[in-house]
């Protein structure tokens, strides 16, 4: 058995404190010992962001990351995204604009486009295209993905 | 009428789950007690095993069982089955080597499956698995189908003699022969249609239990056709009867064919969960998922077309060999046959059409369908031709279309392979495409182009696929061993509110949504009270699956004709209730009505008196109010369409930019515009992945060299262009929604557009051919060597 580690952080605005195994990944946590299953596997090695958290603000691919390094962080994952009217307006974007089939890949979409959004003040419709270049979606050809993201941030093709 | 009943863009029910994270797929499906299984896979493409030694991995911790091939044989599980047969052209039956759930002896691919592993938690599977060790003595490999049958060829299984799975044809050879030869034109062209990796983005997993004292065995797995799924594996493998044996398939994270097979890794779960009494898990990684999941495509095809001298098509003359991996997956036979070369025809009416298929076996991973299926690749050889016809002939590529177009009014139209076609306007399609992709304004952009240095091309498809499959019976005439109908059961609630279901499964496509649409219109019911149950074998009464466009045109009309069973019962029920003869009721939007007065009767309140039936025909009619229904096609439906993509190559670079993409499809009547164009634009962007981004490619000692997300490039955001879609609506005859599959057109129609296009930028290089998937090496190499002087620097 590999050594643990004892982490605090902030899950979804609530604070935890868990020991876990020191190898343990930031997606196993979430899916194998938290059920927290929104979150996906889907490569494994950062390759198509289905697994993307935000860890204090920043989108990460949680396959890539040690959970041990949750420790002292704030984390939010597809379950804690909301706002004060209920759906983050992200989630309704998607809903509206038909942007989602399998749904597989949109916790990960979505968190993602949060993402962008939060830290892009002049985010142009090209620019949100290269900026979701890291989560693979195998159903929707993006199209609709790209319109729903630009009509939360506001801006026009 | 209902507002969100057919052709409303009502928003999908389903979405709220997925965007919240809610999404039940099988991964996050959890059992108290469940073990976890980890396959040891072969390392070797073609290897004698002399032992597998379980020994070390029994005793690692945590470890329950550790399962081989010879525990397979004692248990005498069946192979894995085959759903269709190929008559050669001899009148013989096609191989059939079986394909045993574990390793008998021989690993013929990477990836194979030797031994199982269970154990406590997913991580010991996996570390056990680690000490397995496999003895086995190489052999030498083959991978590519047109080397299987060269004399010397390794050889892959003693029932298939030089690797042949089977030699088929389909058309009148003699008569092509002789229209060939007279014709004043012939093109020709070698094309290879690469192997694809499917790459649904949730990997294939599986759960399986067994209820030790009922005896029931329950498998909830990614697949696209539960009760298929059941069928197969319990009566052919697994020796398991079907009432004691419920397959579920939930949320389930895309298909692309690629979940249709029973898979050696759902056979091997249920087997261990019965012996072991205890709920057995496994989750495909990535990796596994490139090596098992059945891939697509991988043909070689020569094909000529003869054009008289007014550029009308003669004779169409096509040899193909198609690679279908080490075993015969369960559909494998079926797409480079029946639904490849009865496409042949297009949308043309090419009088004299033949076509040879040799399969052939090889040490890489089994070959099944993936989006479009054997029509990908007719469609791909197809336009090329004609493509090609037009730059050799100095015809525009359009008129020579439309020269060869089967007739608007032509239909039904028998087409000289197999087909026949229900109704169509391609001239109609296609020049809504030229108008909507600005085609008279190409010259001007291209030449725009030229001042920037770069080669701006167009390039064309005019598509056609058969969807819905099938008439059953035709079905089984060409080999089908299962019927090809759906079922659908609707049933009214006391209550008004209206449950249903169905035999087919959404994995994406949206029928929570579009077949509440269905129900609400026919039954005239708010959309809001009816609820859509799919996927599993428990609760639905028998189905055979989504896959081929199927679902709306199969599936929904066997709600339609359930709903029509619900509206006879109905005013039988509505004529006791308004004392008038059951001949004077009519039905429309939700009410039933002694015609020529205003005494009605709304269908909640029929359902109601069916379910209370304090005033009821109860010595004629039985109570309830709850319909089943089969549907067999007569046909198939044949969805088409116009597209023309427009490309930018950058000459110095190869680089390759979509710059306009415009889809013209006409896929019948339309339940939800919004779903459709979704399924258009993603299955453009597959068909572009085709064409300038994917391939499964294997190096000379069987190794999947693309073997992961770092190495086979799938479409990202910033690679899919935006598209300008539009449709035509030509009604399908042969169902009564009026639908045609749409699930496909896509795929199948972008992949020629796009090399067309390339093509049509490079003429000037002297380049009039390239192999997929045009990647800006394989571009800037085919400038390279184009003939044309200025491509030297
Ligand atoms: S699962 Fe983490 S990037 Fe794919
Ligand atoms: S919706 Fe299926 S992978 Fe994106």
């Given at each position: 058995m590999s050594a643990t580690v004892e982490i605090n952080f902030t899950l979804n605005g609530r604070k935890r404190q868990l020991t876990i195994d020191a190898g343990l990944s930031a997606l196993n946590l979430l899916r194998d010992k938290l059920d927290m299953t929104g979150t996906k596997y889907a490569c494994g090695e950062g390759e198509c962001g289905a697994c993307t958290i935000l860890v204090d603000g920043l989108s990460v691919n949680s396959c890539l990351m040690y959970a041990a390094d949750f420790d002292g962080r704030d984390i939010v994952t597809i379950e804690g995204l909301r706002s004060d009217k209920g759906f983050d307006p992200m989630q309704d974007a998607f809903v509206e604009h038909g942007a989602i089939q399998c749904g597989f890949c949109m916790p990960g979409m979505i968190m993602q486009a949060r993402h962008l959004a939060d830290t892009n003040k002049d985010l142009t419709y090209d620019g949100l295209k290269r900026g979701l270049e890291g989560n693979v979606c195998r159903c929707t050809g993006y199209k609709k993905v790209f319109d729903a993201v630009a009509d939360v941030i506001g801006i026009a093709k | 009428m209902t507002e969100k009943g057919i052709g409303a863009a009502v928003l999908r029910r389903e979405d709220r789950r997925f965007v919240t994270g809610k999404g039940q797929y099988v991964d996050d499906l959890n059992r108290a007690g469940q073990a976890h299984a980890c396959f040891v896979r072969s390392a070797q493409a073609h290897a004698e095993i002399r032992k597998v030694d379980v020994s070390r991995a029994k005793s690692a911790p945590g470890v329950i069982t550790v399962l081989t091939g010879e525990d397979v044989a004692a248990d005498k599980l069946g192979s894995l089955p085959c759903g269709w047969g190929i008559t050669n052209k001899d009148g013989t039956a096609m191989a059939e080597p079986g394909w045993p759930v574990l390793a008998q002896g021989r690993v013929r691919y990477v990836g194979e499956a030797i031994a199982m592993v269970i154990a406590t938690t997913r991580q010991g599977a996996r570390d056990a698995a680690e000490l397995v060790e496999v003895d086995t003595s190489p052999l030498p490999v083959v991978v590519q189908a047109t080397d299987a049958g060269k004399k010397g060829a390794p050889q892959l299984h003693e029932a298939a003699a030089n690797n042949q799975c089977f030699d088929w044809e389909i058309g009148d050879r003699a008569a092509t022969d002789a229209a060939i030869k007279a014709s004043a034109k012939v093109v020709s062209l070698d094309i290879v249609n690469q192997r694809l990796v499917p790459n649904a983005m949730e990997p294939r997993a599986a759960l399986a239990e067994f209820?030790?004292?009922?005896?029931l065995l329950t498998l909830h797995c990614a697949c696209q056709a539960p009760h298929a799924m059941r069928l197969l594996l319990g009566a052919f493998v697994l020796n398991q009867a079907e009432h004691k044996f419920r397959v579920v398939a939930p949320d389930v994270g895309g298909g692309f064919g690629s979940k249709i097979p029973p898979y050696a890794e759902y056979a091997a779960l249920c087997w261990a969960a019965r012996r072991l009494g205890q709920p057995v898990k496994w989750t495909s990684s990535r990796s596994e998922a490139f090596l098992t999941d059945a891939h697509g495509r991988d043909h070689v095809t020569r094909a000529e077309l003869g054009l008289d001298k007014?550029?009308?098509?003669t004779a169409l003359r096509v040899s193909t060999v198609a690679n279908l991996g080490a075993y015969l997956s369960a559909f494998g036979p079926l797409i480079p046959t029946y639904l490849y070369a009865?496409?042949?025809?297009g949308q043309y009416t090419t009088p004299a059409i033949h076509a040879e298929v040799r399969a052939m076996f090889t040490n890489t991973t089994p070959v099944d369908a993936y989006r479009g299926a054997g029509r990908p690749e007719a469609t791909y050889m197809l336009e090329r031709l004609v493509e090609t016809a037009a730059r050799e002939l100095g015809m525009d590529p359009a008129e020579l279309r439309r020269r060869n177009f089967v007739a608007a009014d032509a239909f039904p139209y028998q087409t000289p392979v197999a087909l026949l076609y229900d109704s169509g306007d391609y001239a109609g399609a296609l020049d809504k495409a030229l108008e909507l992709a600005d085609v008279k304004g190409f010259a001007k952009r291209r030449a725009e182009a030229a001042k920037r240095g770069m080669a701006r091309g167009i390039g064309y498809s005019t598509p056609i696929e058969a969807t819905g499959a099938a008439p059953s019976a035709i079905a089984g005439q060409l080999?089908?061993?299962?019927?090809l109908y759906e079922s659908a059961e609707v049933r009214f609630n006391p209550t008004g509110s209206v449950t249903v279901f169905s035999g087919s499964h959404s994995h994406g496509q949206g029928h929570a949504t579009t077949f509440a649409q269905i129900v609400a219109s026919t039954l005239g019911v708010p959309y809001e009270n009816v609820e859509v149950v799919e996927g599993d074998t428990a609760r639905t009464q028998f189905g055979m699956g989504t896959y081929g466009s199927r679902s709306t045109s199969v599936g929904g009309s066997a709600i339609v004709k359930a709903c029509d069973k619900i509206i006879a019962k109905g005013k039988k029920i509505a004529a006791h209730l308004l004392e008038a003869s059951e001949g004077d009721i009519e039905f429309e939007n939700g009410n039933f009505t002694v015609s020529g007065t205003d005494r009605t009767k709304n269908i909640a309140e029929i359902a109601f008196a069916a379910y209370v039936p304090h005033n009821y025909p109860l010595e004629t009619l039985e109570p309830g109010l709850n319909e089943q229904a089969f549907f067999d096609p007569a046909n198939f439906n044949f969805p088409y369409g116009a597209y023309i993509c427009e490309v930018e190559v950058d000459p110095e670079t190869g680089f390759t930019r979509i710059e306009r993409f415009t889809a013209i499809d006409d896929v019948g009547n339309v339940i939800n515009p919004l779903i459709v164009h979704g399924q258009v634009q993603g299955g453009v962007a597959q068909g572009i992945g085709q064409a300038m981004f994917e391939q499964g490619v294997y190096d000379e000692s069987g190794q999947l060299l693309t073997g992961s997300l770092m190495d086979y490039c799938l479409p990202r955001a910033d690679d899919v262009p935006s598209i300008d879609s539009g449709l035509t609506v030509t009604p399908c005859p042969f169902n009564p929604l009026g639908v045609k599959g749409c699930g496909e057109m896509g795929t199948i129609g972008s992949t020629p557009a796009v090399i067309n296009a390339i093509l049509d930028a490079l003429k000037d290089y002297g380049v009039s051919d390239i192999q997929m998937p045009a990647t800006p090496l394989r571009v800037w190499q085919a400038i390279r060597n184009g003939s044309a002087p200025q491509a030297a620097e």
């Open positions: - | 209820d030790t004292n009922s005896g007014d550029g009308r098509f009865t496409l042949f025809a080999g089908a061993r299962a019927g």
